[in-house]
């Protein structure tokens, strides 16, 4: 059986991506304390883009010092770290097809590197570490978007094909789009238009620091699964506003990273023991599509097997499929389906994964183990 729909190319904006396969941006503990790219973290990308994927995104590079709240995550705050995004970039470039695309964010209420601060666009308690982020004020809000924009310069500069903000899972982006952690009433929060102007004024700013077909991408969460949060429907109106203000792709998650918020439950990361349980965001995609206005829509959300992939992508549900923990089992998954092996991906989404994180890097428990059996 040929995977024609996974394995055609399609565009994002201007650039074409050779399969509709993504590497949904997850965070591997590889960059140094202090920020810049080590020479592991480019060779593990570079693996991965020599894998077959289409479009590789490391997860979460940091564009605000006060807003680095996470030990080895990558940097891009200061022109200081712009050659080390270029070494990154070259190496995939000069060693696959794919193209890479750079997440830029702010920690925010989600900061759990000692000595940063939490903050949020209002005063909320954070049970994961009993304490309540700041409120910030207007002007460092301001201060935040034009962050970004700096950010995204370098995104740009350090020759990264396409740039995609982190608006999902509790980071700052996504609490200004919440109800539950945004109960400003200025100008950036109140109504929904207001909870976005933050995301749209950093588009704004984007696409007039950058060359105008650069594509400008954003992980968004479509629902907070929390009492007070962001419902799907209102959701959907966030995804009509960013779409009508010119955002090149929207990949659309749910939930928070910390389980202190919802309950134990990993909505990002499902763990996926069957069949049924795969693909759990595929019924948000289904009614977003047509809202899209063209544009593309990437799924996330326990992708695994090959054969609905390319159900999913030829019944138009969406333009792309995004997976995180299966290319941390196996790099080179695109490549052993491509070549006709369509068993599903070995990934067992147990989430143990999560567990490496600190003090890093971040691989997978189970395989390490089998690799020491044998």
């Known amino acids: 059986m040929e995977l024609e729909t996974l394995f055609s190319p399609k565009k994002i904006g201007n650039v074409e991506i050779k399969n509709r396969i993504m590497r949904s941006p997850t965070f591997v503990a590889r960059a140094s304390e202090d920020g810049f790219l080590t020479d592991d973290y480019i060779n593990y990308y570079t693996e991965v883009a020599k894998g077959g994927v289409g479009l590789l995104t490391p997860g979460t590079m940091l564009i605000d010092q006060a807003g680095a709240g996470i030990a080895k995550a990558a940097c891009l705050y200061d022109d200081k770290f712009i050659e080390g995004h270029k070494r990154f970039v070259n190496s995939v470039h000069e060693n696959s097809e794919a ?155 749910c939930g928070r990273v910390s389980t202190k918020f919802t309950g134990g439950k990993r909505y990002p990361a499902l763990t996926v023991s069957s069949p049924e349980e795969e693909n759990f965001f595929l019924p948000f995609a289904k009614e977003l599509k047509p809202l899209m206005k063209d544009q593309p829509i990437i799924l996330m959300g326990g992708i695994r097997n090959p054969i609905t992939a390319d159900e999913i992508l030829r019944k138009n549900y969406a333009d792309f499929v995004s997976m995180g923990r299966p290319f941390i089992h196996e790099p080179d998954l695109p490549n052993r389906w491509k070549s006709g092996d369509l068993s599903p991906a070995k990934c067992i989404s147990c989430n143990q994964c999560f567990t490496t994180q600190r003090p890093g890097p971040v691989y997978c428990v189970v395989k390490r183990k089998a690799e020491e059996r044998s």
């Open 99 to 253: 193209k890479v695309a750079s997440q830029i964010n702010h920690t925010g209420n989600n900061a759990g590197k000692p000595g940063v601060e939490l903050v949020g666009p209002s005063a909320k308690w954070n049970p994961a570490f009993k304490k309540e982020c700041r409120e910030l004020t207007a002007a460092e809000i301001e201060q935040i978007i034009k962050n970004f924009v700096a950010g995204g310069r370098r995104v740009y500069e350090s020759g990264y094909d396409l740039v995609e903000l982190h608006g999902a899972h509790g980071f700052l982006l996504s609490d200004f789009v919440s109800p539950f952690a945004n109960t400003r009433s200025d100008d950036y929060g109140g109504t929904t238009e207001g909870r976005c102007k933050i995301l749209v004024d950093i588009y704004n700013g984007l696409r007039d620091i950058t060359d105008k077909n650069f594509p400008i991408l954003i992980k968004l969460n479509v629902q907070d699964y929390l009492p007070g949060g962001l419902t799907f429907e209102e959701g959907k109106e966030i995804v009509k506003i960013l779409i009508d203000t010119g955002y090149d792709a929207i990949e659309l998650s």
